[in-house]
């Protein structure tokens, strides 16, 4: 079975300007999740996603926004990017079921904002 | 709110050492609680989970146990291995179903042989 897929792995973008990611789930997984690691901030989660819908939102300014696809993929969108975005962005998939049960991570984005 | 405090490290051990992380929470209710590794070059991986007070989750050596009264989850190995140097991050989930996750800080062990 493929695991969580992240495109793209890397991406340069300069101030001001506005980026998409995408996160492709593990097949039949219905919950998605993103995540920012930063050096300083350590692993900050950002929203989660489950059929289509934006469940819980983490800390961010509205910048950071995010959505989800009818067949579970998403993509989060940065919008007038700042110096201070530079980060991993990681995505998780999960499958729901009777118990919390276990998030499969993708190898991320690497963001730069120069 | 909730929250997740574990020693940030480095921590640098020589082959067949004791190892200790130590994590304590912040959380209202009784949540599950997580260990995520981060090996060089990999994904962020599940390392174990206990799901109640007084859970003992382990897997590759590693054993965490979730103890209510003191509001720790830390992780411990017997013997590390040089394959274990990696990232190592406590977890939280913010929501029942354990789909959104805090984390602390993360504590990067280096093991040496």
């Known amino acids: 079975k493929a695991g969580v897929t992240q495109t793209p792995r890397y991406l340069i973008k300069t101030r001001g300007q506005q980026v998409t990611l995408s996160c492709s789930p593990i097949?039949?997984?219905?919950?998605v999740s993103w995540y920012q690691q930063t050096p300083g901030q350590g692993l900050q989660f950002l929203f989660e996603?489950?059929?289509?819908?934006?469940?819980n939102k983490g800390n961010f300014p509205g910048r950071f926004s995010g959505r989800q696809f009818s067949n579970s993929r998403s993509e989060m969108n940065v919008s007038t990017l700042e110096l201070g975005d530079s980060a991993l962005y990681l995505c998780?998939?999960?499958?729901?079921?009777?118990?919390?049960?276990?998030?499969?991570f993708g190898q991320g984005t690497r963001l730069t904002v120069v | 709110g909730d929250s997740v405090t574990q020693m940030e490290g480095p921590v640098t051990l020589s082959e067949e050492a004791f190892l200790t992380i130590n994590c304590t929470y912040t959380?209202?209710?009784?949540?599950?609680l997580f260990w995520y590794v981060q090996y060089p070059g990999e994904g962020l991986q599940l390392l174990l989970k206990?799901?109640?007070?007084?859970d003992k989750g382990s897997n590759k050596g590693f054993e965490a146990t979730y103890r209510k009264e003191t509001t720790s989850f830390h992780l411990e190995k017997g013997s590390v291995q040089v394959s274990d140097s990696a990232v190592y991050f406590c977890?939280?989930?913010?929501?029942?179903?354990?789909?959104?996750?805090?984390f602390g800080k993360g504590t990067t062990l280096s093991v040496s042989s």
């Open positions: 959380a209202t209710g009784y949540p599950s």
């Open positions: 206990a799901t109640k007070a007084d």
């Open positions: 097949s039949g997984h219905r919950s």
């Open positions: 996603y489950f059929s289509e819908t934006q469940r």
């Open positions: 998780a998939s999960s499958l729901l079921d009777s118990n919390p049960g276990q998030a499969f």
């Open positions: 977890a939280l989930p913010i929501n029942q179903a354990g789909t959104a996750l805090i």
